[in-house]
């Protein structure tokens, strides 16, 4: 099936061309029946107005909207300090919308998104499949952030580097028996798992890899399986996906007794504000959140002032922030 066109649209309505254009634009002129009769018509013809084509045409594009995974992790609240920096820099406005952090809201959110008429969209750690973002940006501009999709624009941190800064830590410590508290593993975020199978690789050692999820309950039961083996057996170090499953499992280790980074060191990734506390002190991998959303809202300008321009994808480089968390290898049995 081709593309369906305004002219299809009006076909198959009985009205006019100049109508339709009037209708998707809510401009005066269009009754409100008529208008949701157009509206009708398109949607079950599978049309989605182009917003960024009509705004340029009409005026000057304005509007930010910000999609955040989940509030309670703290990194995206560093990436929106980057976007808000440079959208106040450049007299853009902010819509946001805030998604879950299993992804059960990724489609809700950004649909609402493209419901306020925002000019592009800035998404931070979308957990949707790459198709759907990549189908999403063909209706309304989309920069990803922290995650690159191909044929989207996107500001990412190089993961494989930042994983093996972590493991390769934990390997220069003494350590060998490393496990690494993974992510759900889904499109886009899946470097983190490689960049320590390697560095574990590198070294002539086995992974041992569990999935757990994003949130710091789950992950505090999924670390706790691992330090509750034999102590012969049970790892001396952990590598979390993030800083959230990082402190799960700080939270596990308090829970059986085992000391900190005596018994067992622990690594996040992120480099939250939480990590930075005093009381936390978590080494950790920092993917320069802030400067990922300068990044991303560079993209979206750069996007705005070209809606034809190939898609373009910034990679940074993380760093490696040691704290107290990390400390030599202390083997038991």
Do not use: W
């Not at 209706?139 to 993961?159: F, K, Y």
């Amino acid at each position: 099936m081709g593309t369906v066109t305004m002219e299809d649209i009006a076909r198959r309505a009985g009205v006019s061309r100049a109508l339709v254009s009037m209708a998707f634009r809510d401009v005066p002129g269009v009754s409100a029946a008529t208008r949701d009769h157009i509206l009708a018509t398109a949607d079950a013809m599978g049309y989605r107005f182009n917003r960024l084509a009509s705004r340029l045409a009409r005026k000057a594009a304005t509007t930010f909207g910000v999609f955040l995974l989940d509030l309670r992790q703290d990194v995206y609240a560093d990436m929106f300090d980057g976007i808000s920096a440079v959208a106040k820099t450049n007299d853009k406005h902010i819509v946001m919308a805030v998604g879950a952090s299993d992804g059960s809201l990724d489609a809700a959110a950004l649909e609402t998104l493209a419901q306020s008429q925002v000019d592009v969209v800035i998404a931070t750690g979308l957990l949707l499949p790459d198709a759907d973002v990549v189908a999403f940006n063909a209706q309304v501009p989309l920069v990803s952030v922290a995650r690159r999709v191909d044929g989207v624009d996107s500001a990412c941190t190089n993961n494989l580097r930042g994983a093996r800064l972590a493991t390769e830590h934990l390997l220069g410590l003494g350590h060998r028996r490393i496990a690494f508290l993974a992510n759900p593993q889904t499109d886009g975020y899946l470097d983190r798992r490689l960049g320590y199978l390697a560095a574990m690789g590198d070294a002539g050692l086995a992974g041992d890899v569990v999935v757990s999820r994003y949130s710091r309950q789950q992950a505090a039961v999924d670390a706790h399986g691992l330090l509750a083996r034999d102590p012969a057996n049970r790892p001396t170090a952990i590598f979390a996906h993030n800083d959230q499953a990082a402190l799960g499992a700080l939270d596990a280790a308090a829970e059986l007794g085992l000391g900190v980074p005596g018994d067992v060191s622990v690594v996040g990734y992120d480099n939250s504000q939480l990590s930075r506390g005093a009381s936390t002190n978590l080494t950790t991998v920092d993917l320069h959140g802030s400067d990922l959303g300068r990044d991303a809202a560079e993209l979206a300008l750069r996007r705005l002032a070209d809606s034809d321009a190939p898609p373009e994808t910034r990679t940074s480089t993380p760093s490696l922030v040691v704290r107290g968390t990390t400390g030599p290898v202390r083997e038991v049995g």
